[in-house]
């Protein structure tokens, strides 16, 4: 069975301070990892994806097969990056394709 | 290119009443998939069509249904309505090629009285 975690609920962090959010998964196959952002009144947004190794809006995220964590970073943080954050798993390379697995989400606040 | 469509964005029903919610994907997005949000348990997976088929499938009871016509829209069906379906349910569509991105709606607020 595939298993995202998101130990923390909540993550404050004051403007400018460095912002890390957790995620580890457990998964017996090859995953893809994924972060997904949802600003307030918004829909569901991609952040970014491991395969592509992209920053997006400052954030980067890192796959540690032996650790099994995809980490979510920012070395700066800005008061619009206040969401909630979601990490999700995807089965690579199977028929699973349309199935993603989230944690239970992160809400980061970034105080002026 | 237009977004994730959903209707109706809010619906109001009584326990026991079935339901039945739309999902338009975007424009040349043949997968369509649905999840169920709540406070207590997240997001959770329910089930994914592609080319009219039903390709995966979630942990939810039979009263949870599905199908997908030729133009890849889809609808989702609830039937014998309980309390514990009120939830935000969310359709995302993707290409389906090598990898997963999906792109979500606005999401449908069902509320079960």
């Known amino acids: 069975a595939q298993r995202v975690t998101q130990p923390e609920k909540l993550l404050s962090v004051f403007k400018g301070a460095p912002v890390e959010l957790k995620c580890n998964y457990s998964y017996s196959g090859s995953p893809e990892l994924f972060w997904y952002v949802q600003y307030s009144r918004q829909r569901l947004q991609l952040l970014l994806r491991h395969i592509s190794r992209e920053s997006i809006k400052g954030f980067t995220a890192d796959l540690n097969k032996g650790e099994t964590s995809f980490h979510l970073k920012k070395p700066f943080a800005q008061e619009e990056d206040s969401a909630m954050y979601y990490c999700a798993l995807s089965n690579a390379g199977g028929t699973s394709y349309g199935k993603l697995t989230f944690g239970q989400g992160t809400i980061l606040t970034v105080h002026p | 290119k237009a977004g994730v469509t959903q209707t109706p964005r809010y619906l109001i029903k009584t326990r026991g009443q079935q339901v039945t919610l739309s999902c338009s994907p975007i424009s040349g997005h043949r997968s369509v998939s649905w999840y169920q949000q709540t406070p207590g348990q997240g997001l959770q997976f329910l089930f994914e069509?592609?080319?009219?088929?039903?390709?995966n499938k979630g942990n939810f009871p039979g009263r949870f249904s599905g199908r997908q016509f030729s133009n890849s829209r889809s609808e989702m069906n609830v039937s014998t309505l309980e309390l514990g379906d009120s939830a935000l349910y969310l359709c995302a569509s993707s290409v389906a090629l090598s990898y997963n991105e999906q792109f979500f709606g606005p999401g449908t607020r069902l509320t079960v009285l």
């Open positions: 069509y592609f080319s009219e088929t039903q390709r």
